[in-house]
């Protein structure tokens, strides 16, 4: 067995999925591709500020928000054109409006979303207040159910409705779409593969299940892909009752972990020879665009970043790959511009905004 690279300790009524294209398979995502296409980065803009250690982003209009941690807030909002601050929002503390462990969710309808996941907490901004610095979050109280596991992904969808992501010990699934006042319209999706050399039992299954969910601004669809590896699922929720209906899965270099005890507390570890995977990853107007790294976790643990960003359309389908000339660490789309919006660092180590425009 490789070394281990992480203890993970994150924890997380029927099944409604219409259809699934379901595609495991060994040998290389990239393969599935039938072209490649180069992009060169056009415009770079510096960001005028620390950003410290960045956990998620996100692109609104003309203003790029990223999730930063080791800093004095959990979100900072920059520019697109001149990468000057426009605000610091929900400082860290344990006030009204600040918070211990926020998480950045996709926006939905011209709003910004978090959660707050000590408070159990929902809140949004709309755009328009996103420069106000006395901003107040508007924040709805999560009811949880005790059978679910849930990890830090709640997202807003089309029907204002709720999507969940975790594990659900009793029925198997991972996914819960709510109404608005959080009662249970749909358990669904099975759990992710994984390999291991050891039993992974139900009661530990759950801490193997993490990943991101990204969704469109409409709420009409998302995807899910898994924290290392391949696992790559697709889909729609556009129809008229708008039950979610699995379109595509992709599974590829199915992430190997092992069971370990530390004191009596048993969890399970991740391989370091598993493969880095997605990176991040967003939807555009007709399209779904994941920027990917093919280094195992061993080989890329000081630079997690790619340049080759594979494309989608909104079913499923592999279309193509880009193939960027610089290295990106995160990206995400802009609908203004039509371009990819990636986060990187230039020669003289300053984060920089560097535009993609799409062919």
Not at 71 to 93: D, E, Q
Not at 273 to 287: E, L, M, P, T, Y
Request: net charge neutral.
């Amino acid at each position: 067995m490789n070394t281990i690279r992480a203890l993970i300790l994150t924890s997380f009524i029927s099944v409604w999925v219409l259809s699934c294209a379901n595609r495991k398979t060994s040998g290389n995502i990239y393969d599935i591709f039938p072209q490649s296409i180069d992009l060169c980065a056009g415009r770079e803009v510096v960001v005028k500020d620390y950003l410290s250690t960045i956990g998620r982003m996100v692109i609104m209009d003309s203003i790029v928000i990223v999730q930063s941690y080791n800093s004095t807030h959990n979100f900072y909002a920059y520019s697109i054109n001149s990468g000057m601050l426009v605000n610091k929002f929900v400082a860290y503390g344990r006030s009204n409006n600040e918070s211990l462990w926020a998480n950045m969710e996709n926006p939905y309808k011209d709003n910004f979303v978090m959660y707050d996941i000590n408070k159990s907490a929902l809140a949004t901004i709309p755009l328009a207040e996103i420069s106000d610095s006395s901003v107040i979050l508007n924040k709805i109280a999560i009811q949880k159910e005790s059978s679910f596991e849930y990890n830090s992904d709640v997202n807003m969808i089309s029907g204002d409705r709720f999507l969940f992501k975790g594990y659900d010990i009793t029925k198997n699934t991972v996914f819960k779409i709510t109404d608005k006042n959080f009662n249970t319209l749909y358990d669904f999706g099975k759990v992710d593969e994984v390999e291991s050399k050891d039993r992974i039992t139900p009661e530990l299954i759950h801490m193997t299940q993490r990943g991101n969910i990204v969704t469109g601004q409409d709420g009409m669809y998302f995807a899910y892909t898994s924290s290392c590896g391949d696992i790559i699922r697709f889909f729609d929720c556009s129809s008229v009752d708008n039950v979610p209906v699995e379109m595509a899965t992709y599974q590829y270099n199915i992430p190997k972990y092992t069971v370990v005890d530390r004191g009596g507390f048993k969890g399970v570890a991740m391989s370091e020879s598993n493969i880095v995977g997605v990176i991040s990853s967003a939807f555009g107007d007709n399209k779904f665009f994941m920027l990917h790294q093919s280094k195992t976790i061993s080989d890329d643990a000081l630079k997690r970043s790619g340049n080759t960003v594979l494309v989608f359309d909104l079913s499923g389908k592999p279309l193509y790959m880009y193939k960027l000339n610089k290295d990106v660490q995160f990206i995400s789309y802009s609908q203004k511009t039509n371009s990819l919006i990636g986060l990187s660092v230039n020669e003289n180590n300053k984060d920089v905004l560097i535009e993609f425009k799409l062919i």
